[in-house]
């Protein structure tokens, strides 16, 4: 079974300033990695994925993210953060044994301050 | 363009009646999926469908059922056994990749009160 943690549930930063968002998950084998972002009362749209290859992954809107297999994390960083950045990001995991589904974590609402 | 369509937007219903979300999709995608998102707890999965005319439970059905008789749509009715139906429901869809490495397109969600 693959299930996703998301270790905050609000982070308050302010305009310009760097953030982390963090993701630990847990899989019985290789997986797969996605952010979404969600805006109010919105879908979720994707910010960026890892499915093989580079750990640095890239994303839309300056976003992106490191897989790191030996701690189980795949956290998503921004290096200055502006006021339309404020959303909840969601974290989730797929992996082969589950039939192409996605699990999510509980998400983690990102308010930029000016 | 091709997206996913979700309505309607807004839904209040009173309690003992059943309601149905519609979504629609253009994008050519095999599978169709159900969420419900509640405050602090992400997204659940109700119901998914990976091919037409057939559908799986997901972690949350009781309360909830589907159909898929068109590639393109994946209605569903929120019935009167559901115990607490208010929340935002989401629909997405994908190809049928089945090997996880799939990105979901989502649609702009159905927010359902209950009175």
């Known amino acids: 079974a693959q299930s996703v943690t998301q270790l905050d549930s609000q982070v308050p930063v302010f305009e310009e300033a760097p953030v982390e968002l963090r993701c630990n998950y847990s899989s019985s084998v290789s997986v797969y990695l996605f952010w979404y972002v969600q805006y109010p009362n919105q879908g979720l749209q994707l910010l960026l994925k890892?499915?093989?290859?580079?750990?640095l992954v890239k994303g839309i809107n300056g976003f992106e993210a490191e897989f790191n297999k030996s701690q189980t994390s795949f956290h998503l960083r921004k290096p200055s953060v502006h006021i339309s950045d404020t959303a909840e990001y969601f974290c989730?995991?797929?992996?082969?044994?589950?039939?192409?589904?996605?699990?999510f974590g509980d998400g983690t609402t990102l308010t930029v301050k000016p | 363009d091709g997206g996913i369509t979700q309505s309607p937007k807004y839904l209040f219903r009173k309690e003992g009646q059943n309601v149905t979300l519609s979504c629609e999709q253009n994008l050519n995608h095999d599978a169709m999926y159900w969420y419900r998102q509640d405050p602090g707890q992400g997204l659940r999965l109700i119901y998914y469908?990976?091919?037409?005319?057939?559908?799986q439970k997901g972690d949350i059905a009781e309360g909830y059922s589907v159909s898929r008789e068109k590639k393109e749509s994946f209605p569903l009715t929120v019935t009167s056994a559901q115990k607490n139906p208010t929340a935002f429901y989401l629909c997405?869809?994908?190809?049928?990749?089945?090997?996880?490495?799939?990105?979901?397109?989502f649609g702009a969600g159905s927010r359902l009160t209950v009175l």
């Open positions: 989730a995991v797929s992996d082969r044994t589950n039939a192409g589904k996605s699990t």
């Open positions: 469908s990976q091919i037409v005319n057939d559908f």
């Open positions: 997405a869809s994908t190809t049928g990749d089945l090997s996880g490495a799939n990105v979901l397109t």
């Open positions: 890892y499915l093989s290859g580079s750990t």
